[in-house]
T-cell receptor, first 110, second 113 residues
Framework: GQNIDQPTEMTATEGAIVQINCTYQ??????LFWYQQHAGEAPTFLSY????GLEEKGRFSSFLSRSKGYSYLLLKELQMKDSASYLC???????????FGSGTRLSIRP | DTAVSQTPKYLVTQMGNDKSIKCEQN?????MYWYKQDSKKFLKIMFS???????INETVPNRFSPKSPDKAHLNLHINSLELGDSAVYFC????????????FGSGTRLTVV
């Protein structure tokens, strides 16, 4: 079957670095997504990893280890606007069906 | 603006009523989706259409009927609404490969009373 595990909540300080972990199980692998969702808003695409390693995009980086079924999202120089839920997700069998984790709610304190 | 737009944003209705939510995308994507996000914030896929054809139906009650008149539109009609249907419904679209991720609409908050 398919399963995604990520922490429910995390808190971090403005200006700091935070790492949000995600472990997953799937019978077929077609990549791993990270999405950001602010309260009351739509999810927005952050990253898509297909190969192992770290991909950096500005303050956000995403890491993938396919052999370990593990990914993390790294957020640097945290800002108050980064307070949001971060959803780990993967396509099941094809990109026509993305399975989302329940999300990690990140709170940034001054 | 290029986007996925869905209407209405809020919908409050009584049990037993029938309602529709409309979705349109002008991104040139060929695949569209409906997702349901419940009170625990779990996003679950309901339907997926590619070029007007249904490709995924995730054991959703047949009170829910999607309709895609063309590849830029995917509407959701719900019959005989129940209390448990209260949720936020998101429309989304993507290219067939999905590698650029999905673009989501702003959501429709449905409250059944």
């Amino acid at each position: 079957g398919q399963n995604i595990d990520q922490p429910t909540e995390m808190t971090a300080t403005e200006g700091a670095i935070v790492q949000i972990n995600c472990t997953y199980q799937t019978s077929g692998f077609n990549g791993l997504f990270w999405y950001q969702q602010h309260a009351g808003e739509a999810p927005t695409f952050l990253s898509y990893n297909v190969l192992d390693g770290l991909e950096e995009k500005g303050r956000f980086s995403s890491f993938l280890s396919r052999s370990k079924g593990y990914s993390y999202l790294l957020l640097k120089e945290l800002q108050m606007k980064d307070s949001a839920s971060y959803l780990c997700a993967f396509p099941y069998s094809s990109a026509s069906k993305i399975i989302f984790g329940s999300g990690t709610r990140l709170s940034i304190r001054p | 603006d290029t986007a996925v737009s869905q209407t209405p944003k809020y919908l409050v209705t009584q049990m037993g009523n029938d309602k529709s939510i409309k979705c349109e995308q002008n991104l040139g994507h060929d695949t569209m989706y409906w997702y349901k996000q419940d009170s625990k914030k779990f996003l679950k896929i309901m339907f997926s259409y590619n070029n007007k054809e249904l490709i995924i139906n995730e054991t959703v009650p047949n009170r829910f009927s999607p309709k895609s008149p063309d590849k830029a539109h995917l509407n959701l009609h719900i019959n005989s609404l129940e209390l448990g249907d209260s949720a936020v419904y998101f429309c989304a679209s993507s290219h067939r490969t999905g590698e650029d991720g999905y673009t989501f609409g702003s959501g429709t908050r449905l409250t059944v009373v």
